[in-house]
C-alpha cells in the first residue's frame, strides 16, 4: 500500500504539466459612460495587447496590473495616462496627465533616480528586490514618478475576466 501511494505522489509530481493559458488574462473593462475594452495579459512576457492589436509592455505586483500611455509632445504638452487595475477586484482607475516640456524632463529625471536608487544597488539601504526582481521593473517606476504631477483627470472603471476574445 506504501508502494501504491508513493507511485501515485511521483506521479502527480513529474505528471504536473503547466497550462500556457494559466499566464494569459483576458479583461473586459467598462468605464463610468459605458464604454468597454478589452486587455489581454501576458504574465509571462510582461506584454500586453489592447483591443486595437497594440502592444504594450506592463507591470504587475501581487495585487495590481500597472499600465502606461503617453502620446508625443504635440506644442510643447504630452499626454500621459496611467491605469491602475486591482487584479482580485477588477477595480480600476486612469489618471490623465498633460506634461509641459520642462515637466516630462522632470518626469524622467525622477524615473531614472528612483529606479538607479532601488533596483541597481543592491544592499542599499533604499533597495527593493521585489520589484528589482520582477520583469519590466522599469514600467513601475515610470509609472510611481507621474506621483509629483497633478492629475487632471481621474476616470474609474471596473473590469472582468473572461475566457476568450479575439484581438
Known amino acids: ?98 506634461l509641459n516640456d520642462q515637466e516630462d524632463g522632470m518626469w524622467h529625471e525622477k524615473m531614472s533616480e528612483t529606479m538607479i536608487k532601488e533596483t541597481l544597488i543592491s544592499g542599499s539601504e533604499n533597495y527593493n528586490e521585489e520589484v528589482a526582481n520582477r520583469k519590466n521593473h522599469m514600467w513601475y517606476y515610470w509609472y510611481k514618478s507621474l506621483d509629483q504631477f497633478e492629475i487632471v483627470k481621474s476616470v474609474k472603471f471596473n473590469c472582468n475576466k473572461i475566457k476568450e476574445k479575439k484581438f
Open 1 to 98: 500500500m506504501k508502494k501504491l501511494l508513493g507511485i501515485v505522489v511521483l506521479g502527480l509530481l513529474f505528471c504536473n504539466i503547466g497550462n500556457a493559458k494559466d499566464n494569459i488574462f483576458i479583461l473586459e473593462c467598462t468605464y463610468q459612460d459605458g464604454e468597454k475594452t478589452f486587455y489581454k495579459f501576458d504574465m509571462e512576457t510582461s506584454f500586453m495587447i489592447f483591443q486595437n492589436g497594440t502592444e504594450e509592455q506592463f507591470y504587475y505586483d501581487d495585487n495590481d496590473f500597472y499600465i502606461l500611455g503617453s502620446t508625443d509632445s504635440i506644442d510643447g504638452i504630452s499626454k500621459v495616462n496611467r491605469r491602475l487595475i486591482n487584479r482580485y477586484t477588477g477595480e480600476g482607475i486612469m489618471d490623465h496627465y498633460r
